[in-house]
């Protein structure tokens, strides 16, 4: 199918972005975007959506919801949109992006390309899940989540080449954020909501620096059958959250809670879910393994998606029995950073600190840091 | 007509021209689809009755169960077809002789002298037969002993096997060793684990895996040295142990390796040091006073001989006495009056290939030392380290370009720079601007995968490159980078002028969809 065939859906978050040059860590709920409008802040979300639109051809079919949620910066890159759904000027709410992202859904665009933040990444996950194909353009003050291309144009240049049919791989992008309530009171807690299936093409994401060869399902196949051949019976493993232990459950024949902590023993699932207090109801007087991998572009092992292993739980089992692992190409996507750990107790985060290794692929490991 | 300058094409206010290029572009199918059944290059005449009298039928000998069924399915076609085939391809080519081959870091791709070509052609030696008695092939033995004797000098090892295929074959001989002196001592199961840093040569780490160990990869400190503190952190009595390259890949010294070496020992590990591109340390430093048990050369990197496509490689591994009775078979040795080969070494492990070394390419290596002598490999060595640094301090001079890791130091042969700064000014990326190098006649690699360094371009200039060559290389990457931030698109759309545009790189991701040989792409397409 050629481009001039392809239908795109356009969502622009007209209030992302908004809290942070004003220092409000985020732009989460009417109350802060009111304040950060009376102090003084702009909305960047409209240029970033042109410019990443600049980068697409102009046969392409736009289907957006009125004004400054989509028609408007379409215009401005030179389409003439589809306009759908109805809003109140001024005032759009997370409301109005699930019910855009629903209806684009319904209307089967090849993709979505919205632009925003982790909140506006939420929305969009909790309207479609991994129903429709959606790629974002970094526009907010917190962008954690991995469905964002590395700058507005990369994202107009992903969407291009999708479109295009240039792109034949999709992979399920992280979609992240932050407690801003609690951020705003400087405790810092981020959460893992979901996953996105988003077009991958090495070079658009994180520079060329999320690499993949073999690719990075082969590198979470190889990483599995290393850790499977190496469990024992006797022993409970407690599996974070994430797609590279998935393909350990996977591999295992098991249904893994792709954003919450499953319990594995003797090849079979022994709880699915749990939170703090059921897995140290599970660990009490067993041996037991912690099976974690971090989060990709940040690096946290613990703390960060998977606070159900807790300090507690991190203590009983023992730091020689924490097993973590990783493709190399979300290492590398450290850029060097150290790993870290934020359990919220700093005797534990001391106790992990040092250098730890990183099962990478079938008998293969790296030593890293952790800070 | 006024008089013409005939140097003004190639000049501009005094400054090169950059050359253009334009690859020949022949729209050539492979060559079984050439295939016409029932055409030969050859028609080999019958055998005269006198001699099939005498003979027999010669294939009668062949066993039943080692006949073919079928004949081979092999091209068919006559002499001239073959040649235009070949022709053609070589055209679609940006070859070693062809350009200023300075931009394939880590492969030393220097110039391989025509004289050692034209004496590894000469029958004499094009005409040995591996199978030959010993007797009658006393040359080759001999310049195959004496060239041990001048790699034991260049390292300071005390023994070395020429039977390696290549550079990953004399590491895999050389990983090989170290399990069999683990054997020994009674220690294998316990020591299966490898260590190695993530700026060695790959091949490191996949030739460990081959050999059945576990691989465990050392990440560098904030300044780029390997980190003795992972080492240290990663060795334990599993160690079997340490395979390094020095200088690693980003062109950096490791001013620690003999602290390296050190734990390792101590932690009773083996060290074996990759020495592939030894090219800036020849006459400088040495495998054996660094400590190393092992170290093994690239005979087609270092030594001159041409690489791969241009013909085969060669490794060389070099052991200290304690390990040599582990060496590869057959070892070249010299009873004072005759050369033989000795294959009666029981503690052995083994050999790599059939029979005893690649003789074209030690022939060239041999013939490449010959040539330079002791000092001349020195010289060789200062001058290359010399062209590095003066490329160094002209790339740096390109806006957008750095040399991550090492602040303040010199390089040795080789830099990994990044251009991270123009990608993020431009959105232009290295493997870009390396396409678009193409353009202009040049070859560029970006490093090996996956990316430590953002946006990598390794160059590594060697002796045989004259500073008016570099000058010209790096005029093209600085032209590149203007074209970067006033014209992005003629960078991002590039190749302009080769064979092939550009290709999808998702199929190099995905196994399944690879096809080593024409017969598994028939399957793969559903074709057979």
Known sequence: MKAAEKKLGLIVNPVAGLGGRVGLKGSDGIEIQRQALALGAVSRSQERAICALERIEPAVEIVAYPGEMGADAARAGGFEPTIIGSIEPGETTPEDTRNAAVEMLRLGVDLLLFAGGDGTARDVYNAVGEKLLALGIPAGVKIHSAVYAASPVSAGDLAAFFLAGRVSRLREAEVMDIDEDALRQGIVSAKLYGYLKVPFQRRFLQGLKTPSRPGERAAMAAIAADVVSKLEDGWLYVIGPGTTTRAITSRLGLDKTLIGVDVVAEGKLVAADVNESRLLELLDGRKAKIIVTPIGGQGYVFGRGNQQISPSVIEQVGKENVIVVSTTGKIHSLGGRPLLVDTGDQEVDEMLSGYVRVITGYDEQIVYQVA | ?528
Not at chain 2, 278 to 293: C, M, P, Q, S, Y
Not at chain 2, 297 to 313: A, D, I, V, Y
Not at chain 2, 476 to 482: D, F, N, S, T
């Open chain 2, 1 to 528: 007509m006024a008089q013409q300058d005939i140097s003004q094409h190639r000049f501009t206010d005094g400054k090169p021209n950059l050359r253009r290029f334009h690859q020949a572009k022949w729209d050539e199918p492979i060559i079984f689809e050439l295939s016409c059944e029932g055409q030969r290059g050859v028609l080999v005449p019958e055998v005269e009755g006198e001699i099939r009298k005498e003979v027999g039928d010669a294939l009668a000998t062949l066993p039943e169960s080692m006949r073919r069924n079928q004949p081979p399915r092999l091209p068919e076609l006559a002499q001239p077809q073959v040649v235009r085939h070949y022709m053609r391809l070589s055209q679609e080519n940006l070859g070693a002789d062809l350009n200023v081959e300075i931009g394939q870091g880590t492969c030393t791709m220097k110039y391989s002298p025509k004289i050692n070509d034209q004496l590894a052609a000469h029958p004499k030696l094009a005409e040995l037969h591996p199978l030959q008695d010993e007797e009658t092939v006393q040359g080759i033995l001999e310049i195959m002993y004496r060239f041990e004797q001048m790699l034991k000098e260049i390292s300071g090892m005390d023994r070395f096997s020429l039977q390696p295929a290549a550079g990953s074959a004399a590491i895999y001989a050389n990983v090989s060793m170290m399990r069999a002196y683990h054997e020994s001592r009674g220690q294998a199961a316990q020591r299966d684990e490898i260590i190695t840093t993530i700026f060695s040569h790959p091949s490191n780490a996949a030739c460990a895996q081959t050999a059945g160990f576990k691989v465990i990869t050392l990440y560098p400190d904030e300044d780029g040295y390997p980190d003795l503190e992972a080492l240290k952190a990663a060795i334990s009595e599993r160690t079997a142990g340490l395979m390094i390259t020095n200088p690693e890949d980003t062109g950096i010294f490791n001013p620690r390796i003999e602290e390296f070496v050190r734990v390792v020992h101590e932690a009773g590990g083996l060290c074996a040091y990759d020495q592939a591109n030894a090219n800036g340390v020849l006459g400088i430093t040495r495998a054996r006073e660094a400590g190393f048990d092992l170290c093994h050369f690239n005979l087609h990197k270092t030594f001159s001989s041409p690489h791969g496509c241009g013909g085969p490689g060669a490794g060389a591994s070099g052991v200290t006495e304690e390990l040599a009775r582990f060496l590869p078979l057959p070892t070249v040795e010299c009873d004072g009056e005759r050369y033989y080969l000795d294959y009666d070494r029981p503690d052995s492990v083994g050999k790599l290939r059939p029979f005893y070394g690649y003789a074209p390419v030690i022939l060239r290596a041999y013939a490449w030392v010959m040539s330079l002598g002791a000092e001349g490999l020195r010289e060789a060595a200062e001058i290359a380290v010399l062209n590095n640094n003066y490329l160094l301090k002209k790339m740096r001079e390109i806006p957008g370009v750095s040399a991550p890791y090492a602040k303040g130091k010199r390089r040795i042969e080789q830099v990994r720079y990044s251009w991270e700064e123009l990608a993020q000014e431009t959105g232009v990326c290295s493997e870009e601007i390396g396409v678009r190098a193409a353009d202009f006649g040049v070859h560029y690699w970006t490093s090996h995968h996956p990316f430590v360094v953002p946006e990598p371009v390794t160059l590594e200039p060697t002796e045989s490159f004259s500073r008016d060559d570099l000058d010209e290389y790096v005029a093209i990457m600085a032209h590149v980078a203007e074209e970067a931030r006033t014209d992005p698109e003629l960078v991002k759309s590039a190749p302009h002028n080769s064979t092939i545009h550009t290709i999808d790189h998702a199929p190099l991701d995905d196994p399944s969809q690879w096809a080593m040989t024409w017969r598994a792409y028939l399957k793969k397409v559903g074709r057979r």
